[in-house]
């Protein structure tokens, strides 16, 4: 089946404890992206990731890492994360950037 | 600024109802224009639009651009209770990133 898998779906941290968001896609699409969603703001853009070791900033990308080592993974990295990253957290593909985008189901960050 | 509004940000009609959905924009360097629908939570693709005035058409759902008056709208015909949902709008800019509106929210009572 195709899709693009995210975990963990729910996680609550405390600030300042490095954590890892894994996103993966099994449909060899070039295009990646992480979205954070809140009320009131939308999905805003956090990185995003043209093809493998290519990755670019996207609207919010202060306090986040990612890496594309592998053209199937997207991880989102947060280093020292802090309340204000309390969000839902999405995680996207396309064959290209001007495809249609296959989302995750989101993980859900508490940061307390 | 870069920014894209919806609106209404919420409705509730009967089903049967015909509703339409308004997306306006401000994007440096356009290139095109998205509808999602989010049940859950994972959105899911509705459209694509790159073109003004080509109508894009799946069952009871419609969209179409105005890229002189820069938005588009997404209508819904006989509107059933699993329409029921938030309804995305998102736009591409140059530099292959989106710029996503907070979306309406659409209640279809039986």
């Known amino acids: 089946e195709a899709q693009v898998t995210q975990n963990p779906r729910y996680l609550i941290t405390v600030t300042g404890k490095k954590l890892t968001v894994t996103c993966s896609q099994n449909?060899?699409?070039?295009?990646m992206s992480w979205y954070r969603q809140d009320p009131g703001l939308g999905l805003r853009q956090i990185y995003y990731?043209?093809?493998?070791?290519?990755?670019d900033k996207g609207d919010v990308p202060e306090g986040y890492k990612v890496s594309r080592k592998e053209k199937r993974n997207f991880p989102l990295i947060l280093e020292s994360p802090s309340p204000n990253q309390t969000s839902l957290y999405f995680c996207a593909s396309s064959f290209r950037w001007n495809t249609e985008a296959f989302f995750g189901q989101g993980t859900r960050l508490t940061v307390v | 600024e870069d920014k894209v509004v919806q609106s209404p940000l919420s409705l509730v009609v009967h089903e049967g109802d015909t509703v339409t959905l308004n997306c306006s924009y401000e994007v440096t360097n356009f290139r095109s224009l998205l509808w999602y629908k989010q049940e859950k939570k994972a959105p899911t693709f509705l459209f694509m639009l790159t073109s003004s005035g080509i109508e894009k058409k799946s069952g009871r759902l419609s969209s179409i651009l105005d890229k002189k008056e820069l938005f588009s709208i997404l209508n819904i015909t006989a509107t059933q209770t699993g329409d029921s949902a938030v309804y995305l709008c998102?736009?591409?800019?140059?530099?292959?990133?989106?710029?996503f509106g907070t979306g309406t929210s659409l209640t279809v009572i039986p």
């Open positions: 990731s043209m093809n493998v070791e290519v990755t």
């Open positions: 449909m060899n699409h070039e295009y």
């Open positions: 998102a736009v591409e800019r140059s530099g292959n990133q989106f710029y």
